[in-house]
Nanobody, 125 residues
Framework: QVQLVESGGGLVQTGGSLRLSCAAS????????MGWFRQAPGKEREFVAA????????YYADSVKGRFTISRDNAKNTVYLQMNSLKPEDTAVYYC??????????????????WGQGTHVTVSS
């Protein structure tokens, strides 16, 4: 049974940093593309970042480019999202997702097979 468990969310002031983690189990982590999505109150879920299996190419939404960094540790079956220079508009529930599908856009929810339960991030102004 595949499980994705996010952690690291919380309350932070504008300009602060957080690091989210997503621990995966029940799958061969190294061959999965991993993604982060977020859903703000009253809005649809949106793509944040993705990292492919080797050679770990990374992809970012324009809104977070230069502030967020996605990385993975295959030995720990974990993907990370380092979030710096946080803004109030980054407030959302952040979800981890996994896929083995080779086709389709990294930016699309439909490409991803497995999802975590989410972790809350609140950025105060």
């Amino acid at each position: 049974q595949v499980q994705l468990v996010e952690s690291g969310g919380g309350l932070v002031q504008t300009g602060g940093s957080l690091r989210l983690s997503c621990a995966a189990s029940g799958l061969t982590f190294s061959i999965y593309t991993m993604g982060w999505f977020r859903q703000a109150p009253g809005k649809e879920r949106e793509f944040v970042a993705a990292i492919s299996r080797s050679p770990s190419n990374t992809y970012y939404a324009d809104s977070v480019k230069g502030r967020f960094t996605i990385s993975r540790d295959n030995a720990k079956n974990t993907v990370y999202l380092q979030m710096n220079s946080l803004k109030p508009e980054d407030t959302a529930v952040y979800y981890c997702a996994a896929t083995m599908r080779l086709g389709g856009s990294y930016y699309s929810e439909s490409r991803y097979t497995y999802w975590g339960q989410g972790t809350h991030v609140t950025v105060s102004s």
